[in-house]
């Protein structure tokens, strides 16, 4: 799918990599960029459209869908990362937070718009995902299964979608320098430079883009032996 002439509807887009695929998207010569957030005065990009919307809220979700009938890209973004496990005396509580905005969020997403893109020929989704789709440990443990549960969700209706010619990317990545990262000690990417690699992806028809080499190391680690998702990630 071009950017060119496309109406691109972007979840947290007043910050982060939201903002850079804003910034790209309107570079790229979008008609028309709705940069969402759930509260639309943080917006403060030049050019797009400020839409209230929080993933977690299906009434707010709906309301897009009805609003905006001339989507013809929806770019789901929005997510959150929480440091820890699975064996802490909160860690039930953090996977319902985690489900609720990485997966279920994006879910209900697409369902609402999948007829307003259907309308358009098809369109296109594009789910942000992480290495951590496939590796996990202690650190950033609850947040790797919710990616895992939001990559299944992405091959599944990637297929349920076939028919209606909606092209569905998976982007996969490693840790990003913006505020879902702030705190953590590790190499970082520039949003700009994944955005770049999305959306080049995106154009070029693909339905996966690993956007980093550390991506593309645990990508190919997937079939080795011992596999890479057997050992221990982080401490």
Do not use: C
Request: proline share 5%; hydrophobic share 45%; aromatic share 4%.
């Amino acid at each position: 799918m071009k950017l060119a002439n496309a109406t691109v509807l972007i979840t947290g887009a007043n910050r982060g990599l939201g903002l850079a695929f804003a910034r790209e998207a309107l570079a790229r010569g979008a008609r028309k960029v709705y940069a969402a957030a759930r509260d639309p005065s943080s917006v403060t990009l030049p050019g797009v459209v400020p839409i209230r919307l929080d993933v977690t809220k299906p009434d707010d979700i709906a309301a897009a869908a009805r609003d905006y009938p001339d989507v013809t890209l929806l770019i789901n973004n929005a997510g959150i990362a929480e440091l820890g496990g699975f064996l802490s005396d909160t860690s039930v509580q953090s996977a319902q937070r985690h489900f609720d905005t990485n997966v279920v969020g994006p879910m209900r997403l697409t369902q609402a718009f999948a007829p307003v893109l259907a309308a358009h020929d098809g369109g296109a989704i594009l789910n942000v995902l992480s290495v951590a789709s496939w590796i996990n440990g202690p650190m950033l443990g609850v947040y790797g299964m919710s990616k895992s549960a939001a990559w299944a969700m992405t091959n599944g209706t990637r297929i349920e979608l076939h028919d209606q010619h909606t092209q569905v990317l998976a982007l996969h990545v490693g840790f990003i320098d913006t505020d879902l990262t702030r705190g953590l000690d590790v190499p970082k990417l520039a949003p700009d430079d994944v955005v770049r690699t999305a959306l080049d992806a995106l154009e070029a028809g693909a339905s996966e883009v690993l956007a980093d080499e550390l991506t593309r190391r645990v990508h190919a680690g997937l079939s080795a032996q011992p596999a890479v998702y057997l050992q221990a990630q982080d401490r």
